[in-house]
């Protein structure tokens, strides 16, 4: 089965400084990952998706991630943080059963932003 | 293009009750699929919906049971309610089998079992 693993359940960091989100996944073949936001009371906003056409995949809003295979990581970046990128941050697996779609999440990664 | 919707925002029931709660699709997408986000947690799938027969199904009891109709909505039902139902109810949509892994998700239904 697939799974991801999310190293940090909170990360603080000063707007303008870089952002730095932590996964690591486990897949018997090349997966599809992706990176989730959720905002308070919201639901859940698709930031980027990799499907092996790029290592690097550009999202929105600034985020990036970069699938490195040999350390089994899919890390969520952004330059400059901004309050308002204050939510909770899900790294995704897709597992195929068929011809069925199965997301697998992560337990998240709270992101705070000071001033 | 509006984007999936869900019904009701939020929703109160005791224990033993029933509850049906309600998914539109984004527009062009024919594929459903419910997962459910207990409070602090990630979202578990629950199943997915396409041709209006479930496709597959993940770790859930009977007592949670779906339909999708030929306009693609869907609903979500269950049964003998337990305290451990409360949690926010996502739905997802998405087009086709090759693209059914990027889901679109709606704003949730939060169920508070009492």
């Known amino acids: 089965a697939q799974s991801v693993t999310q190293l940090d359940s909170h990360v603080s960091v000063s707007e303008g400084t870089p952002v730095l989100l932590r996964c690591n996944y486990s897949s018997s073949y090349s997966p599809s990952l992706f990176w989730y936001v959720q905002h308070p009371n919201k639901g859940l906003q698709l930031l980027l998706k990799y499907t092996s056409a790029a290592t690097l995949v550009k999202g929105i809003n600034g985020f990036e991630a970069e699938f490195k295979k040999s350390e089994t990581s899919f890390h969520l970046t952004k330059p400059s943080a901004h309050m308002s990128d204050a939510a909770e941050y899900f790294c995704?697996?897709?597992?195929?059963?068929?011809?069925?779609?199965?997301?697998?999440f992560g337990t998240g990664t709270r992101l705070q932003v000071t001033l | 293009d509006a984007g999936v919707t869900q019904s009701p925002t939020h929703l109160i029931k005791t224990r033993g009750q029933q509850v049906t709660l309600r998914c539109s699709p984004k527009s062009g997408h024919d594929t459903v699929s419910w997962y459910q986000q207990a409070l602090g947690q990630g979202p578990q799938f629950i199943f997915q919906?396409?041709?209006?027969?479930?496709?597959q199904r993940g770790n859930f009891p009977d007592r949670f049971s779906g339909h999708q109709f030929p306009n693609y909505s869907s609903e979500l039902n269950v049964n003998a309610l337990l305290l451990g139902d409360s949690a926010l109810y996502l739905c997802?949509?998405?087009?086709?089998?090759?693209?059914?892994?990027?889901?679109?998700f709606g704003p949730g239904t939060r169920l508070t079992v009492l």
């Open positions: 997802a949509s998405s087009w086709g089998t090759l693209e059914a892994d990027t889901q679109y």
């Open positions: 919906y396409y041709e209006e027969e479930e496709r």
């Open positions: 995704v697996v897709s597992e195929w059963i068929g011809t069925a779609s199965k997301l697998t």
